[in-house]
């Protein structure tokens, strides 16, 4: 999206929570990897789908430093609760400072862990989410969707960040890009799923929405 028609989105719509200035600000000086935030116009927009789709049990795989979680969770109502999965534990503390400073703590449960391993737990003990959103890692996309899918109740949602790929996924990858090969390959597997319908949204790096039907 062109910088200008962006700058004009964000002027023009909510702002998802007070914290996220906080979080953005410390993920800038606290990590090297602040472009992974997902920002506030698609805050905005996750926070908003759930308040319309009534979403209350959410999982998120990828907190990072907690910018969307915050943004999710924030739309929850007093029942409500957010599962997010987080492998890198040096993140812990910032999680954790950002989801007090939202005054989330009790709505969002943080996981340290391979989400894997995470996600094979939560299918044992029978959860059931009614909005799933995948931001970890994308050579695992296609292994996070066979693994979540049950985890969703029929006419729940999956997000799925990052599903452009900053527009690779329409070139040809290199076979050592595996990123875009898994990406493509998702998105065709999604494509092809008769228990889903879904549409990508060239919202930042692109997000599908797909329904469980
Ligand atoms: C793009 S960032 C998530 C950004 C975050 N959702 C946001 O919008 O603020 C991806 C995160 O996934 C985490 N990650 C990667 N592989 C993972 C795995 N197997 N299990 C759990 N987290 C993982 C990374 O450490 C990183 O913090």
Redesign the pocket.
């Known amino acids: 999206m062109e910088e200008e028609i962006y700058k004009y989105i964000k002027e023009h719509s909510s702002f998802p929570h007070e914290a996220l200035r906080w979080v953005e600000k410390q993920t800038h000086i606290r990590t090297n990897h602040a472009r992974?935030?997902?920002g506030t116009v698609q805050g905005e927009f996750m926070r908003l789908l759930v308040q319309v789709s009534g979403a209350s049990r959410i999982l998120?795989?990828?907190?990072?430093?907690?910018?969307?979680a915050i943004c999710l969770a924030s739309a929850l109502g007093e029942d409500g609760h957010l599962d997010t999965?987080?492998?890198?534990d040096e993140?812990e503390d910032l999680i954790t400072e950002g989801f007090e400073k939202a005054g989330l703590t009790d709505r969002i449960t943080l996981h340290i862990g391979?989400?894997?391993e995470t996600i094979r737990r939560f299918s044992q003990e029978g959860k059931e989410y009614d909005l799933v959103y995948m931001?970890?890692?994308k050579r695992?996309y296609c292994e996070y969707y066979d693994l979540v899918f049950n985890l969703v109740r029929p006419g729940g949602l999956i997000l799925a960040d990052n599903v452009l790929w900053d527009g690779k996924v329409c070139q040809n990858p290199l076979p050592q890009d595996k990123q875009t090969i898994s990406i493509a390959r998702f998105n065709d597997i999604v494509k092809e799923d008769p228990r889903v319908e879904n549409v990508i949204l060239p919202l930042r790096d692109g997000l599908s929405i797909i329904r469980r039907i």
């Open positions: 992974m935030l997902s998120e795989l990828g907190t990072f430093t907690g910018y969307s999965l987080e492998v890198n993140l391979d989400c894997k931001d970890a890692n695992e």
